[in-house]
């Protein structure tokens, strides 16, 4: 009996292409259509485990349905002389209508039953022209956003901001408010210490104005006495000759 032909329709059909530069991870989709009035089981794999990761690798696909697999090749170092040998196969079979357990169609199903497609896998480096274009678009597309939605590009930066960055902000304010706290206090202390040295030198002046005063009165008021002294020692002296 010969074997089954693929029920389902690969896109692409025969190559799997991995555009570089390969120090990233670099991403191939591989689109599975059912064009059958069934349910079809399939399986994604691949000759290189360790080097792809596939998601999803294994699935059902119903009547008239597309699924997308996506390919993801891990970081690697390029050798262009190096001609990869890596593969992959989709393996697919017809699922009874009743199915619900894949593991169990899988495990139940015979070698004749099963049908698969090869792929290979190709890598390319980008061309200068590529290199060229990715730069230029990158270059436009700032352009072309801020023409499209001017509101986007003012957008504040605040939107996006995180609880820390929040958080950090309102300490900032707490911490500016009771630095203006205290120096309120300071300024009070200031000035009520400028009023108390005013108020001291004032009370110093008039202290010195008073002593000063009380002592012009002290002398003024022992002149006339000295005065009489005088007086009294020539009358004294008049007096004396006069009795001689």
């Known amino acids: 009996m010969s074997k089954l032909e693929q029920v389902l329709a690969l896109e692409p059909p025969y190559d799997l292409k991995f555009k570089g530069p390969f120090t990233e991870v670099v991403t191939t989709n591989l689109k599975l259509k059912n064009p059958s009035d069934r349910k079809v089981c399939f399986k994604v794999k691949t000759t290189a485990p360790r080097r792809y990761c596939v998601r999803p690798n294994s699935g059902m696909i119903e009547s008239g349905a597309t699924v997308t697999v996506s390919v993801m090749l891990q970081p690697f170092e390029y050798d262009p002389n190096d001609k990869s040998k890596h593969k992959f196969m989709v393996q697919t079979i017809f699922a009874p209508s009743t199915a619900t357990d894949m593991d169990a169609v899988w495990k139940d199903a015979k070698p004749d039953d099963l049908m698969d497609s090869k792929l290979r896998c190709v890598f390319e480096l980008p061309s200068e022209n590529d290199k060229m274009n990715d730069v230029d678009a990158t270059k436009a597309a700032p352009v072309l956003n801020s023409k499209v939605d001017g509101t986007s590009a003012t957008r504040p930066s605040s939107a996006s901001?995180?609880?820390?960055?929040m958080k950090k902000l309102m300490d900032e304010c707490k911490r500016l408010q009771y630095d203006v706290g205290n120096?309120?206090?300071?300024?009070?202390?200031?000035?009520?210490?400028?009023?108390?040295m005013r108020k001291s030198h004032q009370?110093?002046?008039?202290?010195?104005?008073s002593g000063a005063m009380m002592s012009k009165q002290h002398s003024s008021s022992s002149l006339p006495s000295l005065m009489?002294?005088?007086a009294a020692i020539f009358i004294g002296f008049f007096l004396g000759k006069f009795v001689l």
């Open 203 to 209: 009370s110093d002046n008039m202290v010195s104005g």
């Open 228 to 230: 009489v002294v005088i």
């Open 161 to 165: 901001m995180d609880d820390s960055e």
């Open 183 to 196: 120096l309120s206090d300071e300024n009070r202390q200031l000035k009520d210490e400028g009023l108390r």
